[in-house]
């Protein structure tokens, strides 16, 4: 006996897929900076130092004086010189005037203008630095300075983003199919 059969072939469908990838690009610009520093404001004030240094005495020491000191001197001189010639004189004329008394006057004063005492030697020390008078002010710095502060001007730039979206597109590549046969 033949007992009918059935037959039943299947082919499963395959679903096939073409993916595109999504394309992101991002780039982030550098911020644009423009800075500028203002110089400070720097004042300044001085005032001199004064310096005052009398040296009349150490140049009359080694013999540097003013026309005005030196005629003061020579003139103070001159009375000296002047007074002793006349108590010179004074003095001979009393010798004289005592001729009676015995003696030779008129020799001993001739002995004592003929033989005068020997000159002085010219050594002597000059330059004595304490004669100098110096006095000193200070002067004085005064220094303001004022910062200035800076300039900044930023500008920050967007990102650049450029995005392409994927895609995805199914196809098949196989598509499902039933066969059924019956035999007998």
Do not use: C
């Amino acid at each position: 006996m033949n007992i009918p059969q059935l037959q039943i072939q299947t082919t499963r469908g395959i679903l096939g897929l073409q993916i595109d990838k999504p394309i992101q690009e991002i780039e982030q610009p550098k911020a644009t900076i423009h800075q500028e520093q203002p110089a400070a404001i720097l004042e300044m004030s001085t005032t001199r130092s004064q310096l005052s240094i009398d040296s009349t005495e150490a140049r009359a020491d080694i013999d540097l004086k003013s026309p005005l000191r030196r005629g003061d001197e020579n003139a103070q001189y001159g009375m000296q010189q002047i007074n002793e010639g006349i108590a010179r004189r004074a003095q001979e004329g009393q010798q004289l005037m005592q001729i009676e008394n015995g003696g030779d006057p008129i020799a001993d004063i001739a002995k004592q203008n003929a033989n005068p005492p020997p000159a002085p030697l010219g050594i002597r020390f000059v330059g004595d630095r304490t004669k100098i008078q110096m006095s000193f002010q200070p002067g004085t710095l005064n220094i303001n300075a004022t910062p200035q502060k800076p300039v900044l001007d930023v500008q920050i730039n967007k990102p650049i983003h450029n995005y392409t979206p994927g895609k995805v597109t199914g196809h098949m590549e196989q598509y499902p199919s039933i066969q059924i046969d019956w035999t007998v």
